[in-house]
């Protein structure tokens, strides 16, 4: 015989297979805890409750979410947990933002301000490095037009930012 386990809660949590008595009929080897014979439904995202007479069913929250803001990864262990903001879907990558409804491409004229802010960044970081060894800088404010002169440059190639370096550090000494 089958009988439906269910949590303190009243939460199921799984089947037990009872061997019944040959001469009595009755359970041999009922499970532990709390348990009842009537069969749950199920339903997709959902969880079967045992009121104490009846099965319900009510939200299953549990699992992984996406942050519908910024993609980011939330695990619910809670049936019941609230999922405002959450999506099942998973972000695709950084070039997606959410549309009300599923995560979309963003417009290609804010995907290449992306990439070119995240370029010149790097840029940045490669002339500081190229620049570190210079004990004396007299003219600091030649390096900062370089990084202003760079930003409003579409792609700037490290041999263009090598060459600049080099005519500073040749100015300084």
């Known amino acids: 015989m089958v009988v439906y386990k269910y949590n303190s809660f009243g939460y199921f949590i799984g089947n037990h297979n009872c061997q019944s008595d040959p001469i009595s009929g009755g359970f041999l ?19 079967p409750k045992w009121s104490g007479s009846i099965w319900s069913l ?38 997606y933002t959410w549309s009300g409804t599923n995560w979309i491409l963003r417009p290609n004229s804010e995907i290449i301000s992306n990439y070119k ?11 500081i490095s190229r620049l570190c060894f210079v004990k004396k800088i007299k003219k600091f404010e030649d390096i900062t037009t370089i990084f202003d002169t760079k930003k409003n440059q ?4 490290k041999l263009q930012i090598d060459t600049a370096c080099n005519e500073i550090i040749t100015d300084l000494f």
Request: no cysteine; net charge negative.
């Open 117 to 127: 802010e995240k370029k010149f960044n790097e840029t940045n970081m490669y002339v």
């Open 58 to 95: 009510e939200n299953d929250n549990t699992g992984i979410w996406y942050s519908i803001v910024d993609g980011s990864q939330i695990v619910i262990f809670d049936f019941n947990s609230s999922i405002v903001g959450l999506t099942r879907l998973n972000k695709p990558n950084e070039d």
């Open 154 to 157: 579409t792609l700037t190639t």
């Open 29 to 47: 080897f009922p499970p532990s805890g709390t348990y009842t014979t009537i069969e749950p439904t199920f339903a997709t995202n959902k969880i």
